[in-house]
């Protein structure tokens, strides 16, 4: 097996270590998001959902805005690396991360109309399994993310 040289540029080597980094988080974020909070926040009854909603929509938020900030850095500073060093070698693997990593702030901020709605007590089944949906969508574009962010260390 042949081993690859890593890349000579430190920033673009550190930025693509963070994006790494911030791509496992967002994983497993997501995963523990997608088969434990919202499975216990819409499963069973609709009654008090409007409650639980609200409760879960004010303790997630910092975790999610402070994950998502972080993970917008991340691909920031791993194109500026990529950009800045010239280096051909992993650079799709590393525009595949950034984009996850954008991709998943602007699936959720288009879903928090149905998290609203639903804390105002306009519960459907439709819009329940919408936001099941984008939660999927976003754990499986984090967890692509994660290994383009591998490949793109590997190169």
Same mark, same amino acid.
């Given at each position: 097996m042949?081993r690859?040289?890593?890349?000579?540029?430190?920033?673009?080597?550190?930025?693509?270590?963070a994006?790494l980094?911030?791509?496992?988080?967002?994983l497993?974020f997501?995963s523990?998001?997608?088969?434990?909070?919202?499975p216990q926040?819409?499963?069973?009854t609709?009654h008090?959902?409007?409650? *639980?909603?609200?409760?879960? $929509?004010?303790?997630?938020a910092?975790?999610?805005? +402070?994950?998502? %900030?972080?993970?917008l850095?991340? !691909?920031?500073?791993a194109t500026?690396?990529?950009?800045?060093?010239?280096e051909?070698?992993?650079?799709?693997?590393?525009a595949v991360?950034?984009?996850s990593?954008?991709?998943?702030?602007?699936?959720?901020?288009?879903?928090?109309p149905l998290?609203a709605?639903?804390a105002?007590?306009?519960?459907t *089944?439709?819009?329940?399994? $919408?936001l099941?949906?984008?939660?999927?969508?976003? +754990?499986g574009? %984090?967890?692509?993310?994660?290994? !383009?962010?591998?490949?793109?260390?590997s190169n």
């Open positions: 042949k690859r040289r890593p890349a000579s540029d430190p920033t673009l080597r550190a930025g693509r270590l994006l980094t911030t791509s496992a988080i967002t497993g997501q523990i998001v997608s088969s434990v909070v919202y926040l819409f499963d069973g609709t008090g959902i409007a409650e *639980r909603q609200s409760d879960h $929509a004010r303790r997630i910092p975790v999610a805005l +402070t994950l998502y %900030a972080t993970s850095g991340a !691909a920031v500073w500026y690396g990529s950009v800045r060093s010239g051909r070698t992993g650079r799709v693997a590393t991360a950034c984009a990593s954008l991709a998943g702030p602007v699936i959720t901020a288009g879903v928090v998290h709605s639903i105002q007590e306009q519960i *089944r439709p819009r329940i399994a $919408a099941m949906a984008s939660d999927r969508l976003r +754990t574009l %984090a967890a692509v993310g994660m290994v !383009a962010a591998a490949q793109s260390l």
